[in-house]
Nanobody, 117 residues
């Protein structure tokens, strides 16, 4: 299975971007799909996650601004990012992880998000 992330780009502060991540080569189920982000010199941080049952979780820094959703039938996850801030600038990675057999941990290639002030 491969994850393909898309939707990054350059936006002004206060703007919006929509990131998408699609799985190919297999179906995903019973897992958690997450978005992480990383800036140079810092650890990768969890931004948001959604279970196959639709339970969501967000980092405090993005609550109220970002929304994560998934389409189980299409094995896709979307991160809608509103009211973007310069500190949201990072490379964003999607991840799919299943904790029970058959376990898996798939990562997308990353997509750059740049927010200008």
């Amino acid at each position: 299975v491969q994850l393909q992330a898309s939707g990054g780009g350059l936006v002004q502060a206060g703007g919006s971007l929509r990131l998408s991540c699609a799985a190919s080569g297999g179906r995903l189920s019973g897992d958690v799909m997450r978005w992480y982000r990383q800036v140079p010199g810092k650890q990768r941080e969890l931004v948001a996650g959604v279970t196959s049952g639709g339970i969501t979780d967000y980092a405090d820094s993005v609550k109220g601004r970002f929304t994560i959703s998934r389409d189980n039938a299409k094995s896709t996850v979307v991160l809608q990012m509103n009211s973007l801030k310069p500190e949201d600038t990072a490379v964003y990675y999607c991840n799919a992880r299943r904790f029970v057999a058959p376990r898996y941990d798939y990562w997308g290639q990353g997509t750059q998000v740049t927010v200008s002030s």
